[in-house]
């Protein structure tokens, strides 16, 4: 029973993965703390990086390399100007040399000094290793895992009390769907009003709004690159980015200069009938195009699901409801973090445990049921909604091509976000007392799905179409 808040489901980062990029960053930042806290930080001669399991098999194609270089030179992924990243990993890679936490220049050769190991660590699929050599000769060292969604903990789960503490002191304590409901009933009031009460107990307001707003602006601002970007993705599949014409096609010839001007030309722009679909697909390829080429996204609830989210809601606000503003997008937010918290606590959001179901299927009844919400549904309507949603990405397997998270990782994040509005569709115009399915059983088999599923179909390339298309195809 742990503390999560709905700005733990929803971070601010640098593609193109939550688990492979984001976390490993972290935990290089993390570990530089713990080296500075026992002053051994400037006693380090030289630094050495395992990579184990998932992290290994796949570490390459998600630039898994290039984030533990970020965090050990104490850059921020929520902050890093992108196109300063190539630049500062060129250095390390062509000098051979780190300029350890931004204070102590030591030696280091990533391509000897990060180690890619095949072999899996018993506590998770995404495992690191750092250890550093000191002057006086011995060693420190300290695992970490990358649990999905940027999130990073070590074994022993220091701070596992703290956030056993820190879920007590939220006014409506929610480990699953049930008691969500419980307490929506018994309070008179919706989830984005209950989860609103909770997120008061760690920030005020203001921070609220304020956190809130970034979320969307980076939302916003992704997809507006992606819509505005040409050519093709990196990593050597030469895959053709395809927001660009999509956007192009649709758009016409509506003036506009900046992302929330494209926003109000959207909602001007005469949408037929059959563009609704090429919008929403359009508005999530634009993401998770950014996401391939270390663009900044926000994990929802990762990063190779970053688009499902994104894509719905500019839905409602260019489909749905012109008048929409940011009392919907935070309602909207709101909502959808926390289901993404039911499903991380009642399973995973890690792709390295339970595939893609873990990933493109949180995310998509995470968007499922802020729809819902948003479009009058009742609380129970919205857990049928996030139900419906993830019942039909049960057993989703994740086979990146060539550990990229291009193909399909991108076309998934459409589909994702098509089946969340159908899921939502559904939700509204059933009666939830004759629903057979509730939310936590559908959480319960996702995550004994996951357990079932043979490890080569979780992230690690090594089977499906990860072996089924030859690269010289691509």
Not at 167 to 190: A, V, Y
């Amino acid at each position: 029973m742990e503390c999560i808040s709905i700005f733990d489901m929803l971070k601010i980062g640098v593609g193109p993965s939550s688990s492979h990029t984001l976390g490993p960053w972290r935990a290089a930042e993390r570990w530089i703390k713990e080296l500075e806290k026992s002053d051994s930080l400037s006693d380090v001669t030289a630094v050495k990086v395992q990579m184990y399991g998932s992290l290994s098999l796949t570490g390459k194609g998600h630039a898994t390399d290039y984030a533990v270089i970020l965090g050990l030179l104490a850059t921020d992924p929520e902050y890093i100007p992108i196109d300063t990243i190539h630049e500062l990993v060129a250095n390390v890679t062509q000098k051979k040399k780190l300029h350890l936490g931004g204070k102590l220049e030591i030696n280091f050769d990533p391509k000897t000094d990060i180690v890619f190991n095949r072999k899996f660590l018993p506590y998770h699929a995404n495992g690191l290793k750092f250890e550093a050599k000191l002057k006086s000769g011995k060693k420190k060292s300290k695992k970490y895992y990358s649990i999905g969604g940027g999130f990073v903990v070590v074994e022993e789960r220091r701070n596992a009390k703290k956030k056993v503490e820190a879920f007590k002191t939220f006014p409506f304590p929610i480990q699953k769907g049930n008691e969500l409901l419980h307490f929506c009933e018994k309070e008179k009031k919706s989830i984005s009003e209950i989860i609103l009460e909770n997120e008061r107990s760690l920030r005020t307001d203001e921070e609220i709004n304020l956190q809130l707003r970034r979320v969307w602006d980076t939302m916003l601002e992704c997809m507006y690159t992606g819509c505005h970007t040409e050519g093709k993705l990196p990593g050597g599949l030469h895959v053709k980015r395809r927001a660009f014409e999509m956007h192009k096609n649709l758009i016409g010839s509506v003036p506009y200069n900046n992302p929330n001007e494209w926003l109000n030309a959207i909602r001007q722009t005469e949408v037929k009938f059959r563009q609704i679909l090429q919008w929403v697909s359009c508005f999530a390829l634009s993401v998770n195009e950014v996401n391939a080429s270390l663009g900044r996204v926000v994990t929802a609830p990762t990063n190779g699901s970053a688009g499902v989210i994104p894509a719905v809601l500019m839905y409602y606000l260019v489909i749905e409801n012109h008048a929409g503003n940011f009392e919907h997008i935070k309602q909207f937010l709101l909502v959808a973090g926390e289901i993404g918290s039911i499903f991380k606590k009642g399973a995973t959001i890690s792709a390295a445990m339970g595939g893609c179901q873990a990933e493109i299927g949180v995310s998509s009844a995470m968007a499922a049921g802020a729809l819902t919400e948003l479009l009058g549904g009742s609380p129970e309507q919205v857990l049928m909604a996030a139900e419906i949603a993830m019942e039909h990405h049960l057993g989703l397997t994740c086979d990146p091509i060539g550990g990229l998270v291009q193909i399909p990782c991108i076309e998934r994040n459409s589909m994702g976000a098509i089946k969340a509005i159908n899921a939502a569709e559904l939700a509204l115009g059933s009666d939830p007392k004759e629903a057979k399915v509730p939310l936590d059983k559908v959480v319960q088999t996702m995550w004994e799905t996951a357990k079932d599923m043979n490890s080569k179909y979780k992230e690690t390339s090594e089977g499906g179409l990860a072996v089924g298309v030859f690269l010289s195809d691509c």
